[in-house]
């Protein structure tokens, strides 16, 4: 049993960064996969990215790659989502998931994750 809890979303202008930190507020990551989702209004939840806790594979959303990075922090039990260069298009709830399974390559259907924490806010301004 694992329960996750999101912070570090906000408003912030195109072209600034961010950083989102997902922390487990129960249980440990440490056969998990963190995986990063986003949904925007009106749109379905998407995959951003994931990372494998305990060997650090990382996956990410083709269309993602390069201006977003996953990271994991084992001192702080915490995932970490930077994300630079933001555009108007990244403003969505993002959330933070964990899949049990041992997938060495991280899932990226929202149905391989089990576990949700309440999703934080990133407003992206023109």
């Known amino acids: 049993q694992v329960q996750l809890a999101e912070s570090g979303g906000g408003l912030v202008q195109a072209g600034d960064s961010l950083r989102l930190s997902c922390g487990a507020s129960?249980?440990?990551?440490?056969?998990?996969?963190i995986g990063w989702f986003r949904q925007a209004p009106g749109k379905e939840r998407e995959f951003v990215a994931a990372?494998?806790?305990?060997?650090?594979?990382?996956r990410y959303a083709d269309s993602l790659k390069g201006r977003f990075t996953i990271s994991r922090d084992n001192t702080k039990n915490t995932v970490y989502l930077q994300m630079n260069s933001v555009k108007p298009e990244d403003t969505a709830v993002y959330y933070c998931?964990?899949?049990?399974?041992?997938?060495?390559?991280?899932?990226?259907?929202?149905?391989?994750?089990?576990?949700w924490g309440q999703g934080t806010q990133v407003t992206v301004s023109a």
């Open positions: 990372i494998n806790w305990r060997v650090g594979n990382t």
């Open positions: 998931a964990a899949d049990r399974s041992p997938r060495i390559v991280p899932a990226i259907r929202a149905y391989d994750y089990g576990y």
């Open positions: 129960v249980g440990t990551f440490d056969t998990f996969v």
